[in-house]
Structures are given as structure tokens and as C-alpha cells.
């Protein structure tokens, strides 16, 4: 008697997928998209997570944006911790440059309205997060320490636990940990000393 459910599909095997794209196979392309779409989304969602309210770009767009800096089909990736790394970093590099467009137009609006309130805004303290200290602060420790930014990008930016860090990067939960709590302690003291001056 056969079952009524249908077999569970076997997960695709990303690396494949990426060495077919690089090759320029026919629509290995889109089978990549909606292979990893839903985990890019998911990625997204977490970044934004700690965005400013009333920015109106949501998971889809920054999935899009980040798809776009990956430069498929002509970018090569080794597997499928090299394509999340790369992903993760674009979207870090997206973040980044639209809180420095926001920041921009803010100044223009700023120098448009009322040179008062530019010195009223001065005096403001800054947003808990810095995204442009943070990311300074990251090119710093990637000189030092490349794998701790590799695991600050994937547990910040792309909201991955540290099990799945440490698949990711295909080393120990005990490393992921360690790193991890070495790589916020020295950017808490590098970011500590920016705001101080």
C-alpha cells in the first residue's frame, strides 16, 4: 500500500548549485535563489530587527540589495559557508551605507532648515548603535583577527545562533563562544574609546 503523503524533498546541495551558477548552467541560477531565499530572508529579518523604526525597507529588499553586491553569476564561491559568509557581509555593507544615506540627507536637511538646529543636533548623544563606528571598528579587528569578524557578522548581522556559526565556519560551538566574547569585549572597549573621544 503505498503512503499518502508525498516523499520529503532532499535538501539541495548548495555548493553544487554554486560551482553549476559559476559555470554558467542553465537555470542553476534561479534553483540557487529559491534554494536559499527563504534562509537569506530569514537573515535579513534579523538584521533589521535592530534597525531604526520608520525605516520602511523591509527582509526583502535587503535580500535583493545583498543578492545584487554578491555579483552572481560571475562571483566564485568555494561552498555554502563561503556564499552565507559573503551574504552576511553584504548585507552588513548594505546597512552601513543606508544609515550613511539617511545620515546625509539628515545633514542636508539640517544645513536646509535652520543653522540653530544644527548646533542643537550636535549636542545630541548618539544612537545606541553606531553602525559606522561598528563597521570602522570591525575593518580594525579583521587586521587582527579575521575569523572573530567572520563570527561578529554572522551572530550580528545575520542573526545566526552559535551552533549555526559554528557549522557555518566549520568549527567548535566552545570556539564560536570564546571568539565571540572576545571579539564584543575588544569592540566594546574600541567603540567605548571612539565615543570618549
Given at each position: 500500500?503505498?503512503?499518502?503523503?508525498?516523499?520529503?524533498?532532499?535538501?539541495?546541495?548548495?555548493?553544487?548549485?554554486?560551482?553549476?551558477?559559476?559555470?554558467?548552467?542553465?537555470?542553476?541560477?534561479?534553483?540557487?535563489?529559491?534554494?536559499?531565499?527563504a534562509e537569506l530572508?530569514?537573515?535579513?529579518?534579523?538584521?533589521?530587527?535592530?534597525?531604526?523604526?520608520?525605516?520602511?525597507?523591509?527582509?526583502?529588499?535587503?535580500?535583493?540589495?545583498?543578492?545584487?553586491?554578491?555579483?552572481?553569476?560571475?562571483?566564485?564561491?568555494?561552498?555554502?559557508?563561503?556564499?552565507?559568509?559573503?551574504?552576511?557581509?553584504?548585507?552588513?555593507?548594505?546597512?552601513?551605507?543606508?544609515?550613511?544615506?539617511?545620515n546625509r540627507q539628515?545633514?542636508?536637511?539640517?544645513?536646509?532648515?535652520?543653522?540653530?538646529?544644527?548646533?542643537?543636533?550636535?549636542?545630541?548623544?548618539?544612537?545606541?548603535?553606531?553602525?559606522?563606528?561598528?563597521?570602522?571598528?570591525?575593518?580594525?579587528?579583521?587586521?587582527?583577527?579575521?575569523?572573530?569578524?567572520?563570527?561578529?557578522?554572522?551572530?550580528?548581522?545575520?542573526?545566526?545562533?552559535?551552533?549555526?556559526?559554528?557549522?557555518?565556519?566549520?568549527?567548535?560551538?566552545?570556539?564560536?563562544?570564546?571568539?565571540?566574547?572576545?571579539?564584543?569585549?575588544?569592540?566594546?572597549?574600541?567603540?567605548?574609546?571612539?565615543?570618549?573621544?
Amino acid at each position: 500500500m503505498a503512503d499518502d503523503f508525498p516523499a520529503a524533498q532532499p535538501e539541495p546541495d548548495i555548493t553544487l548549485l554554486l560551482q553549476t551558477v559559476r559555470n554558467g548552467g542553465a537555470g542553476a541560477e534561479q534553483q540557487l535563489v529559491e534554494a536559499v531565499y527563504a534562509e537569506l530572508r530569514r537573515l535579513a529579518a534579523s538584521n533589521l530587527r535592530g534597525d531604526r523604526a520608520g525605516d520602511t525597507t523591509g527582509p526583502t529588499a535587503l535580500v535583493h540589495e545583498a543578492w545584487l553586491r554578491l555579483g552572481l553569476p560571475n562571483a566564485a564561491f568555494d561552498d555554502r559557508r563561503h556564499f552565507f559568509g559573503a551574504a552576511a557581509r553584504a548585507m552588513r555593507q548594505a546597512l552601513v551605507d543606508r544609515h550613511r544615506q539617511r545620515n546625509r540627507q539628515k545633514r542636508v536637511h539640517r544645513v536646509a532648515v535652520d543653522a540653530e538646529l544644527d548646533s542643537l543636533a550636535a549636542s545630541l548623544p548618539l544612537p545606541p548603535i553606531d553602525l559606522l563606528a561598528l563597521d570602522e571598528a570591525l575593518t580594525a579587528l579583521e587586521l587582527i583577527d579575521p575569523r572573530m569578524v567572520q563570527i561578529v557578522q554572522l551572530r550580528y548581522f545575520a542573526g545566526l545562533s552559535v551552533e549555526e556559526t559554528a557549522n557555518a565556519l566549520a568549527v567548535s560551538e566552545r570556539t564560536v563562544k570564546r571568539e565571540w566574547n572576545v571579539a564584543r569585549a575588544w569592540l566594546y572597549q574600541r567603540l567605548g574609546r571612539n565615543a570618549d573621544g
